[in-house]
């Protein structure tokens, strides 16, 4: 009699299939109740719901800044567009106030990193928002954010339908403004999750820390990162078994908040690892335990920039430096500093960006 063969289980994908809804419960506004209690206070703006969507995209798709409907149009440009946006900028004040005068922005899944070094740096960090202006500068400038706003791109890769979750033609706009809170880059970590199994910890910032470096320091990131996992997220996050967050440490690892939720997918950073190593990881865990013993590192993998001389280190120049610029910005910018362009391009916003926003109200309807 012929001896059974064992037919091997197939490696799994090295991305898993995603649904429409799976890639929409990465957005704020799907988990931000959920998990409001363990994330940093934010305020959502429904774009769409405002009724300024088309406006907001005519806008950002223009090669002009925005101009003030009561100022007449320079002569030698008399057909200079027209925006105006109140409501979207009446929400973003009513988030400064409420928010102690500075807030972090985002849109659906991304934040305009790319562009972060327009604003003037501060002690308090990148992407520091104090006004109107900076936010529209930050959204103007930015190519990551096109990717939320392209239905192709946005669900790029999704399969099936899910609880009746049909790809729209085009993804909701809502902006997301975040309390801004000083944060230490050294404690913030990427964490990667498949078959709801906690793979991976990655270090986010690409600077070396040598405190990192203490094998007891790596020990208790790790359990506390595992331990939050398990009791704070795993089973309430309503995006499937595959997904990627980041968490803010406390300086004595011992607790964690929320900072984002995104897809398992190619458009999502994977930092110091590589999408392979994850599968590979994810593969590994998955085996049968050998008969010799269990030689496979207990999961999650933790990665930090381990040396001063890592490639990721001490990057001397911007993280993105091939970002987009408005045309009439960078015509603005001939001659100029970057703190006079800065100048000129908040002289230019000031007036176009009050429209009929001036109502102080702090109408929480636009969360």
């Known amino acids: 009699m012929p001896v059974p063969v064992r037919t091997p289980s197939p490696a799994p994908l090295l991305f898993p299939p995603l649904t429409v809804g799976e890639v929409d419960a990465a957005r704020t506004s799907a988990w931000y109740d959920t998990f409001e209690d363990?994330?940093?206070t934010s305020t959502i703006v429904d774009i769409d719901a405002l009724g300024e969507r088309e406006a907001f995209l005519e806008w950002l798709h223009s090669d002009s800044i925005f101009m003030p409907e009561d100022?007449?149009?320079s002569p030698t440009d008399p057909d200079a567009p027209v925006y105006r946006l109140p409501k979207t900028s009446a929400a973003i004040r009513a988030a400064l106030r409420r928010y102690g005068g500075a807030v972090f922005p985002k849109l659906n899944w991304t934040a305009p990193r790319d562009a972060a070094f327009l604003l003037p740096q501060t002690e308090y960090g990148p992407l520091h928002c104090i006004a109107p202006d900076d936010v529209y500068l930050l959204l103007k400038s930015s190519d990551f954010i096109q990717h939320d706003l392209d239905a192709d791109?946005?669900?790029e890769g999704c399969v099936g339908v899910d609880a009746g979750a049909e790809r729209p033609p085009e993804p909701r706009i809502e902006l997301v403004l975040k309390k801004?809170?000083?944060?230490?880059p050294a404690r913030e970590v990427r964490c990667f999750v498949r078959d709801n199994v906690l793979l991976a910890v990655s270090q986010r910032d690409t600077n070396f820390y040598d405190h990192l470096q203490d094998p007891e320091v790596q020990q208790k990131l790790v359990d506390n990162v595992r331990a939050f996992w398990e009791d704070e997220v795993r089973g309430d996050y309503a995006g499937g078994d595959d997904y990627i967050f980041d968490l803010y440490l406390d300086e004595r690892n011992t607790s964690a908040t929320i900072m984002d939720f995104q897809p398992y997918r190619p458009a999502t950073?994977?930092?110091?690892?590589?999408y392979p190593e994850l599968q590979?990881?994810?593969v590994r865990a998955q085996a049968p335990i050998p008969e010799g013993g269990d030689d496979r590192p207990r999961l999650p993998v933790l990665?930090?920039?381990?040396s001063a001389a890592h490639p990721e280190a001490n990057r001397n120049a911007p993280a993105f430096s091939a970002n987009m610029m408005p045309l009439e910005m960078l015509e603005m910018s001939q001659g100029r500093s970057l703190a006079e362009l800065q100048a000129a391009w908040e002289a230019a916003m000031a007036a176009g960006l009050t429209g009929d926003g001036d109502d102080d109200s702090d109408d929480d309807s636009v969360e």
């Open 269 to 274: 950073d994977s930092y110091l690892f590589s």
């Open 38 to 40: 363990i994330t940093f």
């Open 71 to 73: 100022v007449e149009a």
């Open 280 to 282: 590979h990881i994810f």
């Open 180 to 184: 801004f809170v000083e944060l230490n």
């Open 303 to 306: 990665r930090v920039i381990d």
């Open 153 to 155: 791109r946005a669900y």
